[in-house]
């Protein structure tokens, strides 16, 4: 058995809350029984707009520029990652998503460090909020800011660490 489930949530509009299953049809009824259940449905004027957009073809064109827009921020923030955190940190390099994970390869006091970035106006995710384990690292965004504005944060971060 197979499903599959999309959303536009991410690419166009993060309150769009409109999706897509593709499933036997027994899975998508019940499916569409709990979320009418917890959502009370989403807006159908959302819904046609979406559909509209999806069967102009400008959905399938917006995902390609998109696409191309996010593999230049990746590419510039892990650019920059290369200049300033090479031999002191690894990443990974992300296939899809919106971040890196970035884990230093010395010991760094995380909660002190994230202090630090806040006094400087930056915003971290230390990576133990999503792993319990004490894991040395961060989650960073190259999605949300600029190339520019990755590289002047990501300076700042090699200037505390």
């Excluded at 923030?77 to 994970?101: C, K, M, Q, S």
């Excluded at 960073?140 to 090699?158: C, H, I, K, M, R």
């Amino acid at each position: 058995m197979v499903i599959t489930v999309g959303s536009a949530s991410k690419a166009l509009a993060p309150g769009l809350r409109i999706g897509w299953v593709c499933a036997d049809e027994r899975i998508v009824h019940r499916l569409a029984d709990v979320k009418m259940q917890m959502d009370y449905g989403a807006s159908t004027l959302s819904q046609w707009v979406f559909a509209r957009f999806l069967d102009s073809g400008l959905y399938a064109e917006y995902l390609e520029s998109l696409c191309a827009e996010l593999r230049r921020r990746r590419d510039a923030a892990l650019e920059t990652l290369d200049r300033l955190f090479a031999g002191r940190a690894h990443w990974n390099v992300p296939r899809g998503g919106f971040y890196i994970w970035l884990t230093f390869d010395e010991p760094v006091h995380m909660g002190r460090l994230f202090q630090r970035a806040i006094d400087h106006g930056i915003l971290l995710n230390p990576g133990d909020i999503y792993d319990f384990r004490g894991n040395n690292a961060l989650r960073l965004s190259y999605v949300y800011t600029t190339p520019e504005e990755f590289a002047g944060a990501a300076q700042v971060l090699a200037d505390l660490v």
